[in-house]
């Protein structure tokens, strides 16, 4: 453990005040509840780690704070990896080993894959992992996901590229992208009679990445499909721009709110993908509430597609732990149970599971910036 870090958030919930649609509980309930979680806390992806883990923490405490905090505690057990997959599978390992009721909010696609042979083993529930990754996805895994997976974003993404007319597609993927992702990426292409003419995998901490942009420019490309986080991508736009590409750009969730904050910074123009409702969209009960639980943790910490992503797991996590506890005692495998068959709608964002179907959600929007750094669409 000396080269992890250990970061707990202890947080009270009381089951009996019915904050989320439910009655209260009568029956004998445990002191504490633990999620655990390896998420990025240091590294290129800290940022997006660190909001993930706000959203959830935001969520158990303001289930906590209900009716004076009378009953049992969420506490959420954070491990970081540094969004290196061999760490995440480590700390999935020390978790499995501990007493968690279910694993939360894995930040790193390709770790939770690495460790879907240790979860599948324990037979525990892993919800929420904050990764389209269709390595994820497959029938019968113990993955619960309440967020769309990036064959339903390629889709919406190539759709437009369809709609707009557009020929000529250049892919840009991290090296290590799992072989489902690639190939959701390339059914999606065929599906409106499209073959990507070059495509790049990239190491997302390189020293450069000017060869990258010199080999897409050389393609004479129509537009670019990135799945990589927000650092290449900028690299990568700012050098094809200053040799006067002006194709459109479309980016996965991948690439997250660094870089969409990014662009407005520079001006620069994108399409970009969405799987959770814009952090400005406060006409949604599940935005407006977000905000307010995480201006209540007093961190200073704000509503972003992170943050948010984070906060609707863990007010997942609340609703099927009280599903659990009325039907009797907290087990790994009746909370397992409880989601499989879950349904909630938190205000603008459904997440349903059926047995046999751990996708909960389907939602995904396509937000356009232009020049100017506004969001046009």
């Known amino acids: 453990m000396n080269r992890r870090k250990l970061l707990k958030a202890s947080t009270a919930w009381w089951a009996g005040s019915g904050v989320l649609g439910f009655p209260a509980l009568s029956m004998a ?4 509840i633990k999620f655990g979680q390896s998420a990025a806390m240091t590294g290129p992806a800290a940022i997006e780690g660190k909001q993930i883990r706000e959203g959830i923490v935001a969520a158990f405490e303001s289930a906590s704070k209900a009716e004076g905090g009378k009953g049992p505690r969420f506490e959420l057990v954070t491990l970081d990896d540094a969004n290196v997959p061999e760490r995440c599978s480590e700390n999935v390992k020390t978790l499995l080993a501990s007493d968690v009721s279910a694993l939360i909010g894995l930040t790193s696609g390709e770790g939770a894959e690495a460790s879907m042979h240790l979860i599948e ?8 992992t904050a990764s389209g990754s269709m390595g994820l996805r497959s029938d019968g895994t113990p993955a619960y996901h309440v967020r769309a997976g990036y064959d339903v974003e390629f889709k919406r993404m190539v759709s437009y590229v369809k709609e707009l007319g557009l020929q000529r597609v250049g892919i840009v993927h991290l090296e290590g992208t799992s072989s489902p992702n690639l190939a959701a990426m390339t059914m999606a292409l065929g599906s409106v009679g499209l073959v990507a003419v070059e495509t790049v995998a990239i190491h997302p901490r390189a020293a450069s990445f000017n060869g990258v942009a010199d080999k897409l420019l050389a393609a004479r490309l129509d537009c670019v499909l990135f799945m990589a986080n927000a650092e290449p991508i900028v690299s990568i736009l ?17 690439a997250g709110q660094t870089l969409m904050d990014t662009l407005v910074a520079q001006h620069q123009s994108a399409i970009l993908s969405m799987v959770v409702p814009r952090p400005t969209a406060l006409g949604l009960g599940v935005v407006t509430r977000c905000q307010q639980d995480l201006a209540w943790l007093g961190t200073g910490a704000k509503v972003s597609m992170a943050t948010l992503e984070g906060y609707i797991s863990g007010r997942i996590a609340v609703e099927a732990a009280r599903n659990t506890l009325q039907g009797g005692a907290m087990s790994k495998a009746r909370l397992k149970d409880s989601l ?12 349903q599971f059926a047995p046999g179907s751990h996708q909960g959600s389907k939602y995904v929007e396509l937000v356009s910036i232009d020049r100017f750094g506004r969001i046009i669409g």
Request: aromatic fraction near 8%.
């Open 29 to 32: 309930q445990p002191s504490v």
């Open 121 to 128: 083993q324990s037979q525990i529930a892993l919800l929420g």
């Open 238 to 254: 700012n050098q094809m721009r200053r040799n006067d590409f002006r194709g459109p750009v479309f980016a996965s969730s991948m």
């Open 340 to 351: 499989s068959r879950l349904r909630a709608d938190l205000g603008g964002y459904k997440v």
